[in-house]
């Protein structure tokens, strides 16, 4: 059973790379560094002089580009559709029923969270500039996990 949850989990993160990326019109492979940079980084600008933040945007949580942004949260949303495409949740997904109306599914904090791991656990290697090595299927996501 365990062996089989580390596949599942490989052909799920493989699908949300390919949209997220698709998405936000880039590609996995010639991402450069600034630009994974770009995407980690907070939204909300700090001022340079530390006496000048307020405890109020110190205590204030992370919005990273890549989730906040229009085009991210669009690509997040398209990659958590896409998973439940793949694992045949497609009774969450509702087409548009009048003309100007969007397509909508059903999803939960949860899944937005799982697709945001899987970008920054791909998004973090390409920043500092590493390119991780890929050895086998899973990427020890299992171990992270247990």
């Known amino acids: 059973m365990t062996q089989s949850i580390v ?20 590609n996995r492979n010639t991402m450069g ?9 907070n939204m909300d ?13 110190r205590n204030a949580p992370l919005r990273p580009r890549f989730l ?8 997040i949303l398209a990659a958590v559709k896409e998973t439940f495409m793949h694992l045949d949740g497609v009774d969450r997904i509702r087409v548009p029923e009048g003309l100007g109306n969007k397509e909508n599914f059903q999803n939960t904090t949860g899944h937005v969270a799982l697709v945001s ?12 500039g590493v390119r991780r090595k890929r050895r086998g299927k899973g990427n020890a996501w299992y171990n992270r996990w247990r």
């Not at 600008?45 to 945007?57: G, L, R, S, Y």
């Not at 906040?68 to 690509?75: E, V, W």
Request: aromatic share 6%; net charge negative.
């Open 7 to 26: 596949q599942v989990l490989e052909v799920v993160e493989r699908r949300v790379f390919s949209t997220w990326f698709e998405a936000v019109s880039s």
């Open 33 to 41: 560094q600034t630009t994974a940079a770009n995407s980690l980084e």
């Open 45 to 57: 600008k700090m001022p340079d002089d530390a006496d000048e933040i307020t405890q109020e945007q």
């Open 68 to 75: 906040c942004s229009d085009n991210g949260l669009d690509a």
């Open 117 to 128: 791991m899987f970008m920054r656990a791909e998004l973090e290697p390409n920043a500092a």
